[in-house]
């Protein structure tokens, strides 16, 4: 049987991403207000929605198990797949990638771990990759040389109402929300090298959507992209990204990805969120 791929609910593989292709999802835990919940299967995008915009908020976030990683591989294993290529959520945001390290060290170089140093669909085009390259009958190193290929051809940008979130999550600093809330700046992020650092600072919503088009453009060059649309609570966020990118890169864009941000970067990014992940086609042969 081919590889197997693994990756993470923070993907946020859109349904018609899930359906072409053979991929396992492991869920992050979500807890709202006391409430436990599996990312995507217990907890929604719209249970965080519903709390971040409640007068009492408490929001965590945690990694899965090594043993729920380890369960996962023993199962693809024993059920005939000949290696495990896993791909997972930046390992500055989050110690995901680390479980699934610790649970590979079970099975020796049947299954490979790949951090993606993202997240949302920053993770899940490496996947994809990955998933591509198995169903062509390559062994694990091959599929997850695809799986960092496609990482190294992967740009992420998001825009977010204000950094009070990732400033109560600890994904940045004080002084970098300090940043982002000083005269009603909004910031627009990105993840250089894992981690989420400021990248921009507009004055308005609109200014940061058109900001993120222009970021974007400019990390496609000259190649042709697919390119994904993460929002949460903002579908018309989404909606005028696809048409903006629509009319500056044509027939470049071969394909466009719409979906809604899970319960994990929700309670980190809070509602507003609008996200663009660029992926960069090789040039031609």
């Known amino acids: 049987m081919p590889v197997a791929v693994v990756t993470d609910s923070t993907a946020y593989l859109p349904p018609e991403l899930l359906h072409a292709y053979p991929l396992t999802v492991v869920p992050l835990t979500v807890v709202l207000n006391g409430a436990e919940g599996l990312e995507g299967v217990e907890t929604f995008p719209a249970d965080a929605t519903r709390v971040l915009g409640g007068r009492r908020v408490s929001v965590s976030t945690s990694r899965p198990a090594p043993e729920q990683f380890a369960q996962t591989y ?32 079970e099975f020796g170089d049947r299954v490979a771990v790949v951090d993606s140093r993202s997240c949302g669909m920053g993770v899940g085009f490496p996947a994809v990759a990955a998933a591509t390259a198995a169903t062509r009958g390559l062994g694990v190193p091959e599929v997850r040389d695809a799986a960092l290929d496609a990482v190294g051809r992967t740009t992420i940008f998001f825009y977010v ?125």
Do not use: W
């Open 74 to 105: 023993r199962r693809l294993l024993d059920s005939g797949a000949d290696g495990v290529v896993s791909v997972h959520l930046s390992g500055e945001l989050s110690g995901t990638v680390e479980a699934a390290r610790l649970a590979a060290t």
């Open 161 to 285: 109402d204000t950094l009070e979130f990732m400033r109560r999550g600890g994904r940045i600093n004080a002084a970098e929300a300090l940043l982002g809330t000083a005269l009603s700046v909004k910031p627009i992020m990105h993840m250089p090298d894992g981690a989420i650092v400021l990248k921009d600072k507009v004055r308005t919503a609109s200014r940061g959507i058109a900001r993120l088009v222009d970021l974007a453009v400019e990390a496609a060059g000259d190649a042709d992209v697919d390119l994904a649309l993460h929002h949460l609570a903002a579908p018309q966020r989404a909606e005028a990204l696809g048409e903006a990118f629509a009319a500056r890169l044509g027939d470049r864009v071969r394909a466009t990805y719409v979906s809604e941000a899970g319960a994990v970067v929700a309670a980190h990014a809070g509602p507003g969120l609008a996200c663009v992940v660029v992926h960069r086609h090789p040039p031609a042969a």
